[in-house]
């Protein structure tokens, strides 16, 4: 990786379970290989001082590591930089209605958790200006496991109405609820895996939740935003079908310490500079070294 990047930290706010934000994955390498170092040789032949020769399995093992340079997008370290220039107000409608911002910081954890869950299981296909006032309404109704259980399906429709497919959204915000009441005690899962068994919930809006309510980076949260922009600074390989495999394509190669805040700085910066449709590219600092970048035609 071509020179040093600092993550961002998201948008201010209480998180919803405190304390340091987990990250996956150790490194054992080290300790490992002192250890199996010492069983080849017994205590006797290292007091003799004895040489000790490697055998052909032991070399084999000692090459498998591939030297080869990982694959990493040209200028994407510019491309980065430049996008957190761009974003550093922090004023798009992300930043100011997203899902971190939907929820009681003063409500109970388990509480905080379940609304951060339905806010995002909200958001799908609808503007971060429709979102919020649903998640107002439904705050001011009474946003809990236990309150939404008594809720009967029309009023619940009422109350979220016109958020994108209410009608379906209605049915999996009840299914989930109640399987969050039977099965988790009234809480959400704290991994992926559960996460995605929930009506309604695929791998964003799990990868975002476990951020955001669980201060645990298990992944990065693709929307079609960062599934456009991506694409656009070819972040990825080749080029990607939907957003689940611009995931895994990002994650490829992506330094993990920046997944975090990959999400909320391309959608906001989707929402203001790199449009679906009319693409300001004039505005945008990156659109020099940007290959979707739109040039202007010689005259």
């Known amino acids: 990786m071509s020179g040093t ?24 390498g080290q300790r490992i290989e002192s250890s199996e170092n010492d069983k ?57 209605m997203g899902a971190e911002k939907c929820y009681d910081q003063n409500a109970a954890p388990e509480v905080m958790r379940y609304q951060i869950l339905l806010s995002l299981m909200l958001s799908s296909q609808t503007k971060d200006q429709v979102t919020s006032a649903a998640m107002c309404r439904l705050r001011e109704h009474g946003l809990t496991v236990a309150r939404v259980l008594e809720t009967d399906d029309a009023t619940l429709g009422k109350l979220i109405y016109p958020v994108g497919f209410w009608k379906s959204k209605v049915k999996y915000i009840k299914q989930t609820t109640e399987i969050l009441q039977e099965q988790y005690g009234g809480d959400i899962p704290d991994n992926v895996a559960d996460l995605v068994k929930l009506p309604g919930v695929g791998p964003k809006m799990a990868h975002l939740v476990m951020d955001i309510a669980w201060n645990n980076v298990s992944g990065i949260g693709v929307d079609t935003h960062v ?73």
């Open 40 to 96: 080849l040789s017994s205590p006797k032949e290292r007091s003799k001082g004895k040489r000790r020769v490697s055998v052909e399995y032991e070399q084999a093992a000692s090459q498998t590591v591939d030297k080869r340079p990982k694959w990493e997008p040209k200028n994407w370290v510019q491309h980065l930089e430049n996008i957190r220039q761009m974003r550093s107000k922090r004023d798009a409608p992300v930043d100011q």
């Open 227 to 299: 599934h456009r922009i991506s694409n656009r600074l070819k972040w990825v390989k080749k080029e990607t079908k939907n957003p689940e495999e611009t995931r895994v394509a990002m994650e490829d190669w992506m330094p993990r310490e920046i997944w975090s805040e990959i999400n909320w700085l391309l959608v906001g910066f989707g929402q203001q500079v790199c449009l679906p449709v009319s693409p300001r590219c004039s505005e945008c600092l990156n659109k020099s070294i940007c290959p979707g970048a739109k040039k202007k035609k010689p005259r």
């Open 5 to 28: 990047l600092r993550p961002l930290t998201r948008r201010g706010g209480q998180r919803a379970a405190g304390g340091k934000r987990k990250q996956d994955g150790t490194n054992k």
